[in-house]
């Protein structure tokens, strides 16, 4: 069973609330004119977290990560064959270009931080509440699709080296 009850965009407010803390108090410019792209980068992440919405909404099943108890079934089409979690990955984006607009390099750190915060506390108990309801169609999925996209893997201390 999930064992957070926390939505996950809260995670990604608290981490871009942090980065602007960060921009204020600690700022040490990337580059301006690095600075004024950011937005851009911004827009796949936004893009990649509708289109996943979109995805779940269209094959009737729930879109609320601390349930897996009521999804009615596993999604493996649309931006799903590419990520395993296309919305963490679009806030991960998000955040990228949220930093990069701050133009400040602490706040980078957001980024790692948000991407380890939302594995340990979201991704691995649904990863072991999608296992235990879908069984070997998700383990089959697994194999086939990362969990973060390509074949960047993140890996933490006491988990086996199958993709991640």
Known sequence: MLKTRIPPPFY????????YAAHRYLPIPIDPAVASWGWLLSLPGVALIAWAGVTFRR???TINPTVPSRASRLVTHGPFRFTRNPMYLGFALTLTG????????????????????????????????LQDRF???YAS????VN??????????????????
């Open 12 to 19: 990604g407010l608290v981490v871009a609330l942090a980065m």
């Open 141 to 144: 999925y697994r194999q086939r």
């Open 135 to 137: 069984g070997e169609e």
């Open 98 to 129: 949220w930093a990069l607009w701050l133009d400040n390099w602490v706040s980078l750190l957001g980024i790692p931080l948000f991407v380890v915060v939302v594995t340990v506390l979201q991704i691995a108990p649904e990863e072991r509440a």
């Open 147 to 164: 969990r973060w996209f390509g074949s960047i893997r993140i890996a933490f201390p006491g988990q086996s080296s199958e993709r991640r």
């Open 59 to 61: 094959a009737h099943t």
